[in-house]
């Protein structure tokens, strides 16, 4: 009597476990994900098995669309515009991505007084800097 019950519990728990690993990440978007031991794995859209008490997300990083916007005082006003930005390697863009946005609003400003407020120059010169971090200016908007 007992091990019908018993197997019908074993089996909710397997189903359980198998819906707690199985992670969907959305199109447009990689997980980092840090296990126990420290090492670290990017994975892209799709599905995929993230080990519950092994693995976490560490960062959700949109690869596209990302937007910063600026504001800040300048020798002639006040600096208002707009970064758009891509991510184009997640692993690398991993440790720089919680900082990205402060990052981009203390050095456009730093730029802007360093030479023309050119926004083709700025873009240039700000994908120089972030390029080894994997990430892409693919617009400057000043304004």
Known sequence: MSTPMLLLTLLCGVITA???????IPEGQAYTLRRVDGHMRTVGAGMHVVLPLIERVA???????NVVDIAAPAADGNLRGRVYFQVL???RADAVIDGIA??????V???????????????VELNRELNARGVLVTRVQLG
């Open 18 to 24: 198998v819906l707690v690993c199985v992670r969907r």
């Open 59 to 65: 960062h959700k990083i949109r690869l596209l669309g």
């Open 89 to 91: 390697d997640a692993k």
């Open 102 to 107: 402060d990052l981009l609003r203390a050095r």
């Open 109 to 123: 400003p730093a730029l802007v007084t360093q030479a023309a407020p050119d926004a083709g120059a700025l873009k």
